[in-house]
């Protein structure tokens, strides 16, 4: 298999906002993400953005449900907040800390749906801590911390 496109990871993931503009600054803000570009259109609508998370890659769109409408045809792109709350994908992001990163994202203003919780699959699988928050527009997210690998005893 080739290698993909320098800068641009294996596996990319889309995410469409009424509001992108403000979601972008959320996203950098709360979670840690960091803007590789932003190209704005008419009446300054995100027509594409890339966001990078240590090697990660988010792009971040509009919305058909927002004051811009849709575009190219993509009438299937929708917030959360135009299907009542509901979510076809949710996102996982690898943490060095998930209690600092949960309290960064809480302090800029996510729902934190789960507190930071250690779950241990058993000595042959792994251990990790993980929490879920959820963006102003109703994209759920979780952050995991590796804290055992499998094959690893566990303490006590």
């Known amino acids: ?49 890339e966001l990078t998370f240590h090697g990660g890659l988010v792009m971040v769109g509009t919305a058909e449900s927002s004051a811009h409408g849709p575009r190219n045809g993509r009438a299937w792109c929708a917030s959360p907040r135009a299907t009542g709350g509901k979510v076809t994908q949710a996102l996982c992001v690898a943490v060095d800390d998930a209690d600092a990163h949960a309290a960064r994202a809480r302090a800029a203003g996510a729902i934190i749906a789960m507190e930071p919780t250690t779950t241990d699959y058993g000595d042959d699988y792994w251990a990790d801590r993980t929490y879920e928050a959820i963006d102003p527009e109703g994209h759920h997210w979780w952050f995991m911390q590796r804290v055992r690998n499998p094959g690893e005893r566990g303490e006590g």
């Open 1 to 49: 298999m080739k290698e993909p496109p320098k800068g641009w990871p294996r596996i990319s993931a889309s995410v469409f906002y009424e509001e992108p503009k403000k979601a972008i600054e959320f996203l950098c803000k709360a979670f840690g993400f960091e803007v590789r570009l932003e190209v704005e259109g008419e009446g300054g609508r995100i027509e594409h953005s």
